[in-house]
């Protein structure tokens, strides 16, 4: 048993930080409300309903990014990005691709193999996903890990955005990474 | 210092351990693993017994006989010191000759007559025009029949 | 909905063709384990065309089985199978598409190559066809039914051992169906019976297998 | 001690410009030496007096299973040096070889098939020199796909470097197995310690032959390590000056 | 220097005995492989027996490969090995422990087990026992040569296939002599050879795998 | 080619901070100098002797703690860390164990499965080695990462004791985590 008694509603333009001492239970709290483990006891409800039975609505709207990369080595970063966006959304115009490399300044590797990059590199290119979404909740494990001071400032930028739009985060972290958006929760896991 | 002879140390025993597997090796050459057995191996009951196996010599000359249905036929096979019959039904390579080498599988009967399914011929490693074979064979046949064992190999 | 299936296997297909040398080698392992045997036993002509049948089978099939961790163990590591299981896209359509590009990169050359293995071992040539179609009709099933076990043991310690060992009961009738039409054909006797069992296989396992292979990820993802 | 510096060879840059020198010339050697043995073996040599013409395989068979092995050696060798001494050159000579000896190593096993049809009643038995020239092509495929799995091509090299001085055990055990074993397949014709046992045209088809296969294993062998300098070296300076490279 | 030693085999003897499921799933597909056989071919007892020598012996080599990734994988994926490999201690002593490890928990079991095979193909009792003989001197070669490829394969992808169609033709001499033991003893004959060249195997690679294996390890660690 | 023209000198009580951005060669250049790589050009000198060619002296002085844990997941907390001393120094008493555990407030989980902990408790698992460790040079690889406020602290006392003792430490981090040691060193990779 991590956690019990835990209740909170997210509304559109939410920030929700999720702390905790390591092994309280954060990582596993982000994969409960990405439908990938079962709550022991209680459940997560999307517009009223149980996402275990309208799974489908839900997954439109989400993205999970976990401490996984889910990159393949031996695909270039394009082919990773666009095979990641068909996976959620259809189809996607290179163009867009580009562009979201731009944004996390990885524009040179567009057709590098992914095997050949570095660990912070990678994460980025994760991250690009970012910019090709248009998912409305938005899970992040330790997203700020590995990256250089440059990348976190932009990752910053395009979550406050997102909220701005309306969209929902939740993410974790252990670094204190101040994003002034206007509704932030803290949810202190014990 | 130490770190030299524990060094010197392994290296006498991976040559002592070296020197112990040629000695094995050359022990079971001794008793050689084979891919056919010769006849006089075969007189001397150093064969498989119940399982197929392979002979190998040469065809003893004036030992073939056709059988009147075409296809069987009886042969001896030596290693110019003993003789082992051998009979097989089916169709023989075009090499196989008398005087030749071949190698044959099957298994002894009771009567101790090797019964072939399989014949195959060996031949040995000497390449010349047929004239050049001709003169040969006379200057053999002048001098001793010293015959060379086509089975084993030089 | 069928743009979703294309998608996996173009990107699966994909992976493959960028490291041909792996399918090479499973290629290789058929082949060296194939001669494996006639060094193993007594090697005498007769003998081996008896063989014939029941060794390629199970070198084939043993192939298959070394290739099945590939289907999904990567894609568990590296984070890529969860990014699926959360898409919205039916997942058994996904898993279908991983394992039709399992069977075309890993097993279908195989199939290709068996007549000439089918030769050394002095199949004749009706012998040879037959050998071929019914690998060509059952491996497909064994590719579906080694998704179920590669789905099972991912995570799972043990790897290709326990997957193997989960598997093989299950391959058990193709193998019989598959290795009897050869040993008919060679007997001079008729083929169809064993055929039409061997596509009754595949049938079924076309069927249960992609439901099975989805319900045996969303568990082992818990 | 001679006052050539041979590490001065050892560059992958000298060595491009000076193999290709070498290529064409060994080239036009293999394809005359070629043509000329054909020529003796399957039009002067004269019928044998067991196999008759079906003998005239050895023209290819013998000269292919040789290089097998020599090939392998060399490779072995190379392999070795490049782990030992750390020079990239060696390494890439053992990479260009592999492709060369696999070819002539299914060249003997394929010719030797074809041989054994007519002569001994047999396209293929498992006796030693057979069993152990196809493990000499499992060595091969084995090298070549290992090197193929490494992306980075140092790695690469040195690992592949394992197998083929591990595999070297194989090259004696081919050649001696005819007279540690019975087997199937006749002894040596040809050896240091006695005079050759064939006929004198024979044997000159046969050596003319090997001969050949020298000079195009080498040309060949030029060739790639060439291939493989360019697209190893292909961020250096002096590839990108090169003027084929420009054009 | 010992202590190293027994320190690296205690820790994977540790290792393997928290999940006994692995060595026995090895042990299960030796079994379920030896019993493929008799399945895909005719099962006359005859024709049994005369297959026995080879089909066991390969089934051993096969179940023996099946687990050799196990001997440094998962080491390679957690890191453990590059501590492994930046200690102060001679690296082939480690591996040798290693390899020893992997031979006493994933191979030795199934030798033991041989013998019930081998009675279920009809062996005599003779047979028997040169059959195990032949598996107790020939195996610990396996495990050793099958080291280097485990070494080599690491980090490359093809991972289990690559890695036996490195092995596989180093196992081929050890299977002719184990097998040929087991034929040799059936008909009758004296079977001293063979266990001297499987000997002498095993005591080249003795001296040169764990030095292969460093070097190896040492590479692809790069 | 990551860098070049690169060259500096450690003695007792220096720390070596690392920077750089995603792909820089922090990573790489660690694995130089723990001799797991070798560098195209130039050396690693150690008492004045390259580290390829006397490695058992150098090896018995250093820890490396790279980004992976190096823990077996079977086996116990106990049993990881005290393989992992045997490796280095041969024996160790069961207590100081305890003690290293105590250190990073692991205590309870001593005897538990490594496989059971969360990323963070992994990641302070392997950092109880700094506590048995009679290693004068520590080569970590973001040893930050993943660690909770409380356990980052703790950390940095280890480090600055070490240094303080006559100890080098070379360290890479994104994170802005000053260690009031009194020799730090910069080192930036372009
Ligand atoms: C697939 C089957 C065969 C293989 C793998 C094979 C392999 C080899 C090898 C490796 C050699 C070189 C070893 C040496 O020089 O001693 C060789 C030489 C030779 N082989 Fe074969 N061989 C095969 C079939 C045959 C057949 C059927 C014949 C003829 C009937 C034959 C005749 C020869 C001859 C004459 C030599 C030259 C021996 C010498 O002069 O040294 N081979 N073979
Ligand atoms: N396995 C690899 N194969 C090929 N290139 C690699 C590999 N790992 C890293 N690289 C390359 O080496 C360079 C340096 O990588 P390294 O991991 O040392 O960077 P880093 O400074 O640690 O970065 P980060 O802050 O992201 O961890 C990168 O540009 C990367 O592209
Ligand atoms: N695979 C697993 N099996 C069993 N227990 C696990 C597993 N992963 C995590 N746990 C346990 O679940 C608890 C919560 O883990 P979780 O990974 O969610 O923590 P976290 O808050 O993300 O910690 P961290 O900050 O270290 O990442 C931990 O106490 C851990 O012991
Ligand atoms: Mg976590
Ligand atoms: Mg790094």
């Known amino acids: 048993m991590l956690f019990t008694d835990l209740a909170f ?143 976190v400032e932009i990752l910053k930028g395009r979550i406050l955005q997102h909220l701005q739009d309306g969209g929902m985060t939740v993410l974790t972290t252990h670094q204190e990474v101040a994003i002034p958006a206007e509704r932030v929760h803290r949810l202190k896991i014990a | 210092m130490k770190l030299r002879y524990k060094r010197l140390g392994l290296i006498l025993g991976a040559v002592a351990l070296v020197a112990v597997a040629i000695g094995l090796v050359l022990n079971a050459f001794q008793s050689n693993i084979v891919f056919f057995y010769t006849p006089t191996q075969i007189v001397n009951g150093e064969v498989p017994k119940e399982t197929s196996f392979r002979i190998g010599g040469m065809v003893l000359e004036g030992s073939l006989k056709r059988q009147d249905d075409g296809l069987t036929v009886q042969f001896a096979v030596t290693d110019t010191v003993n003789v082992v019959p051998v009979t097989y039904t089916g169709i023989l390579p075009d090499l196989f000759k008398e005087g030749k080498g071949v190698v044959a599988q099957g298994a002894l009967d009771s009567q101790g007559r090797f019964v072939a399914s399989n014949v195959l011929a060996k031949h040995d490693e000497n390449y010349m025009p047929p004239e050049a074979a001709e003169a040969l064979k006379r200057a053999k046949v002048t001098q001793s029949p010293a015959v060379q064992p086509d089975g084993s190999n030089s | 909905m069928m743009a979703i299936f294309f998608a996996v296997l173009q990107r699966d297909l994909r992976l493959a063709w960028r490291k041909p040398a792996e399918a090479a080698t499973g290629v290789m392992f058929f082949i060296i384990v194939a001669s494996l045997f006639p060094l193993a036993v007594n090697p005498d002509p007769v003998v081996l065309r008896g063989f014939a049948p029941g060794v390629l089978w199970v070198s084939v099939l043993l192939a298959c089985l070394l290739s099945l961790p590939r289907v999904f163990a990567l894609d568990y590591v590296d984070g890529a199978l969860e990014q699926i299981m959360i898409a919205p896209q039916p997942l058994s359509l996904i898993v279908l598409a991983k394992v039709a590009a399992h069977w075309l990169t890993a097993t279908l050359p195989i199939v290709l190559l068996s007549p000439l293995l089918g030769m050394l071992y002095g199949l004749d040539s009706h012998g040879l066809i037959v050998l071929a179609g019914s690998l060509l009709l059952g491996t497909p099933t064994l590719s579906l039914l080694g998704g179920i076990g590669a789905a099972l043991t991912l995570g799972a310690r043990g790897g290709g051992v326990l997957l193997s060992v989960l598997v093989l009961p299950l391959y058990i009738p193709v193998l019989i169906f598959g290795a009897g039409a050869v040993v008919a054909s060679q007997a001079g006797l008729g083929v169809q019976a064993h055929f039409s069992l061997l596509g009754a296989c595949f049938l079924l396992s076309f069927v249960l297998a992609p439901w099975a292979i989805a319900a045996a990820l969303k568990i082992v993802m818990e | ?155 690469a090299d040195r690992a592949a470097a394992i197998i083929a001085i591990v595999g070297a055990l194989n090259v004696p055990i081919i050649y001696f197995s005819v007279q540690w074993w019975n087997t199937l397949h006749q002894g040596a014709s040809i050896n240091v310690a006695s005079a050759p046992k064939m006929a004198v045209t024979m044997l000159i088809g046969m050596l003319v032959m090997t001969l050949a296969s020298w000079a195009y294993s080498v040309a060949v062998a030029l060739f790639r390590v060439r291939c493989i300098i360019l697209e190893r070296e292909r961020h250096a300076a002096w590839v990108n000056d090169l003027k084929e490279v420009k054009s």
Chains 1, 6 share one sequence.
């Open chain 4, 1 to 155: 001690m001679t006052g050539i510096n041979w590490f001065k060879y050892a560059a992958p840059q000298t060595f491009f410009h000076l193999s290709g020198k070498w290529i064409p010339v060994l080239g036009w050697i293999a394809f005359f030496l070629a043509i000329a043995g054909l020529y003796i073996g399957f039009f002067i040599a004269p019928t044998d007096f067991q196999q008759g013409e079906a003998y005239r395989i050895i023209f290819i068979h013998v000269p292919a299973a040789w290089m097998s092995m020599v090939i392998y050696l060399a490779m072995a060798f190379w392999a070795a040096i490049g782990l030992v001494f750390n020079t990239r050159l060696s390494a890439m000579m053992a990479l260009a070889l592999a492709p060369t000896g696999a070819l002539f190593t299914a060249l003997a096993l394929i010719t030797g098939s074809f041989w054994g049809k007519p002569t001994w009643g047999t396209w293929w038995v498992w006796d030693a020199r057979l069993t152990s020239e196809l493990i000499l092509l499992f060595l091969y495929v084995g090298f070549i796909a290992l090197h193929a799995s490494i992306d980075n091509p140092q790695r």
């Open chain 1, 9 to 151: 509603t997210l509304s559109p333009g939410d920030l929700l930080y999720v702390t905790g001492e390591n092994g309280a239970g954060k990582s596993s709290l982000l994969r409960i409300l990405a439908g990938l483990l079962t709550p022991e006891d209680g459940e997560v409800l999307w517009d009223g309903a149980d996402i275990r039975g309208h799974g489908v609505q839900y997954r439109q709207s989400l993205l999970f990014l976990s401490h996984l990369n889910g990159l393949k080595d031996d695909l270039s970063v394009a082919e990773n990005l666009s095979f990641a966006v068909r996976l959620t959304e259809g189809s996607v115009q290179p163009e867009r691709i580009a562009q979201a490399l731009n944004a996390v300044n990885l524009q040179p590797y567009l057709n590098e193999r992914v095997g050949g990059l570095s660990q912070g590199q990678r994460r980025r290119v994760t991250l690009a996903r970012l910019w090709l979404s248009r998912a409305r909740v938005w899970l992040l494990d330790e997203p700020f890990v590995a990256l250089d001071a440059a990348s």
